[in-house]
């Protein structure tokens, strides 16, 4: 049984838990959704209670969500090399195939790429699932609400004057109706 007090490091080394923390992770997203950029204080307790009880993983929800934050991290590095010409990543394997000189030379341009060299992610198909379809890899706070609305700068601004006082200096700013 893996345990993790409150201030020491979890070991998130065995892969079943991680899979299990990133599916329940998702499911609780569809269920609930977010705060922000992160789960609801609810679901982060649903997910310390899956890996509980499936696993005997016992961990904080700040443990969770620096495991989080790293693995986001490690998919942030990953997916740029899957998209370089030249199929250097195999998904049937996921694998990157560079030679170390080629790791070095990514790795002084990418510092985050380097977890990736000697570890691959694992289970690419869950990041996709729960970083790519709400944006969190550029760092969007989005809490659910619609984002079809036209931005402030979109919207035209007329300026009126105020009314009674003909003071040319004080204007009345108003969002122009279309």
Do not use: C
Request: net charge positive; no cysteine.
């Amino acid at each position: 049984m893996e345990q993790s007090s409150g201030n020491s490091r979890a070991s998130w080394k065995n892969m079943d838990v991680v899979k299990t923390f990133l599916e329940s992770r998702i499911q609780e997203i569809s269920l609930n959704g977010r705060l922000g950029s992160s789960l609801k204080a609810d679901s982060w307790n649903k997910v310390k209670l899956v890996l509980e009880t499936t696993h005997g993983f016992s961990v904080t929800q700040k443990h969770m969500k620096n495991h989080y934050d790293y693995l986001k991290e490690k998919y942030q590095a990953w997916l740029p090399i899957t998209k370089k010409t030249g199929n250097i990543y195999d998904p049937a394997t996921n694998t990157i195939l560079m030679s170390n000189s080629e790791w070095d030379e990514y790795i002084k341009a990418h510092p985050k790429a380097k977890a990736l060299k000697t570890s691959p992610l694992p289970f690419p198909d869950l990041y996709v699932d729960t970083l790519d379809n709400v944006e969190d890899l550029v760092g969007n706070k989005n809490d659910g609400a619609p984002t079809d609305y036209p931005s402030q700068s979109s919207v035209p601004i007329e300026k009126k004057p105020l009314g009674k006082k003909k003071n040319p200096h004080r204007l009345n700013w108003t969002l122009k109706r279309r």
